[in-house]
């Protein structure tokens, strides 16, 4: 099956290269048709990118798609990693396995993610159904997820006892569901959001709601203040 997608650049080789980083392939292996050559402007003012379409035979299923990429990426990166790969309805998990697996995951988990963003880019990028590809090492993700909901429920426990809010530390957007999550049933407990990314925290706040005793079990909702 012949499938293509149009990228752009600042020159017709960059746009043509751009493709093929996100595709995994080679020159040898596309297609290629100029859509708009790019125009440097006067005194390099309202230059105008170069737009070419890529064309590639795709018979080879999404799981061989996802192991190229990524073999490609740690190539790249130098990192010694080999994605262990499970298809489901849907969905793709990759387990990576490598000698060093902080490196994989980065700084709470930010390479970890970056990873995942990319693969899921690359994957579905000009597909006609999206795939889900979730990817993790050394079983981190359940680790963090678990860290956190004892974060959430230690915090709120103090949140209480003194009466007084408490902010955590920046996290991203995944992190702070897992937080919402954990204490969207505590008690005289709620939880919002503040700040702009990547610095957006949580604050964990006292909230007794009128005509309630310290024992009530209504649940209050989380807000995701911009």
């Not at 795709?58 to 490609?72: I, N």
């Not at 880019?121 to 000009?126: F, K, L, S």
């Not at 408490?166 to 897992?178: G, K, V």
Request: no cysteine; net charge negative.
């Amino acid at each position: 099956m012949l499938k293509s997608i149009e990228v752009s650049g600042k020159s017709e080789d960059e746009a043509i290269q751009s493709a093929l980083d996100q595709l995994g392939l080679q020159r040898d292996e596309v297609s290629v048709e100029i859509i708009e050559r790019a125009k440097a402007g006067f005194l390099g003012l309202k230059s105008t990118p170069a737009v070419v379409k890529v064309t590639y035979e795709s018979d080879v299923s999404v799981s061989e798609r996802v192991e190229k990429f990524l073999t490609g990426l740690f190539l790249r990166m130098g990192v010694s990693a080999v994605p262990e790969i499970t298809e489901s309805e849907g969905a793709i998990s990759v387990n990576l396995t490598g000698e060093d697996p902080g490196v994989l995951i980065g700084r709470r988990g930010e390479t970890l993610d970056s990873i995942q963003h990319l693969t899921n880019y690359v994957v579905n990028n000009g597909a006609s159904g999206r795939v889900r590809v979730n990817i993790d090492t050394e079983n981190y993700r359940e680790r963090r997820n678990e860290a956190l909901e004892h974060l959430a429920e230690k915090v709120a426990a103090k949140v209480v006892k003194y009466r007084r809010n408490m902010t955590l530390e920046p996290m991203n957007s995944y992190e702070r569901h897992i937080i919402h999550t954990a204490l969207q049933e505590t008690a005289n407990v709620t939880t919002y959001s503040v700040g702009t990314e990547p610095n957006r925290r949580i604050v964990v706040a006292y909230e007794r709601k009128a005509g309630t005793s310290n024992s009530s079990t209504s649940a209050p909702t989380y807000r995701e203040w911009r």
